[in-house]
């Protein structure tokens, strides 16, 4: 959560937006677990931090106005809205999970999103309401939804991968017919479909099924990537009825174009 961490971060984006010719209102981003300083010494690992005060948001905020030439709002949230080829629409909301307490003897704190996040995001993507054409709805957030990681070891005062409000975030997603939740953070790509009670007090009145994609890391050191063993990145491919979600890996010496897997994932549906 260094100021010069996140200029490298905006050299990277914008190399990126060179070759690739776009500008910077084709991009999206969120704070990770990283990106959002803790303490004023985070060397003092007994040191409890209830929340993430303002002074210590200055660099991701600065960064943020730098590369979008804007300043975040109070949630450091955003949403995207893009008109893909084909006329396929396509918006994105990019959830801050990282606002949460440092525990005792730990760096980073517990992943949460909190329902004032929440609220702002359904109000703001205008996503409280029904839209007989719906635009494919992807919510995005650096921690997990669901469980990625094959066995985590259970360690006195570990700070857990999932978000703490997990099920208030499931019943969000249903409320606005998400289709496809995307997230980062154990850097293990995985996949799985989740069909959640449209009303979680009466599940015979149906289910909302869409899909969660972890997406790994595409820049961890080697040690730390989980069982896939590489760095990744994933691409989307849109049309009318879904997305196709292709897997690759980064590799310093042998890159190569073939996806380590790909899967086609329907629009979400009522089921």
Not at 19 to 33: E, K, Y
Not at 80 to 88: E, Q, S, V
Not at 145 to 153: A, D, K, S
Not at 190 to 209: C, D, T
Request: hydrophobic share 40%.
């Amino acid at each position: 959560a260094q100021p010069s961490e996140f200029k490298d971060a905006l050299r990277f984006f914008r190399e990126i937006g060179s070759w690739a010719s776009l500008g910077t209102n084709r991009f999206a981003v969120m704070p990770g677990n990283h990106d959002l300083q803790f303490s004023d010494d985070p060397a003092a690992k007994g040191k409890v931090v209830e929340q993430v005060n303002p002074e210590y948001r200055k660099a991701y905020e600065a960064f943020y106005n730098e590369m979008f030439f804007l300043a975040p709002n109070e949630h450091l949230s955003s949403g995207r809205r893009f008109l893909l080829g084909k006329a396929i629409p396509v918006e994105i909301a990019c959830l801050n999970s990282s606002t949460l307490q440092q525990e005792k003897d730990l760096f980073q704190g517990h992943g949460f999103v909190g329902e004032p996040q929440l609220d702002d995001i359904g109000k703001k993507m205008n996503w409280n309401r029904e839209h007989p054409a719906r635009a494919f709805r992807i919510v995005a957030l650096h921690h997990h939804v669901v469980p990625v990681t094959y066995r985590e070891q259970a360690i006195s005062g570990h700070s857990y991968s999932v978000v703490l409000d997990a099920e208030a975030l499931m019943r969000k997603i249903v409320a606005w017919k998400v289709d496809l939740v995307i997230h980062g953070h154990m850097h293990q790509p995985a996949f799985v479909r989740i069909a959640h009670p449209v009303n979680a007090g009466r599940p015979s009145e149906g289910l909302w099924q869409f899909s969660v994609a972890a997406m790994g890391s595409s820049g961890v050191a080697l040690a730390k990537v989980g069982e896939v063993l590489h760095n990744t990145f994933g691409t989307l491919d849109f049309d009318p009825s879904g997305v196709k979600l292709s897997v690759h890996k980064v590799h310093p010496t042998n890159p190569s174009d073939d996806p380590l897997w790909e899967i086609y994932v329907p629009r979400g549906s009522r089921v």
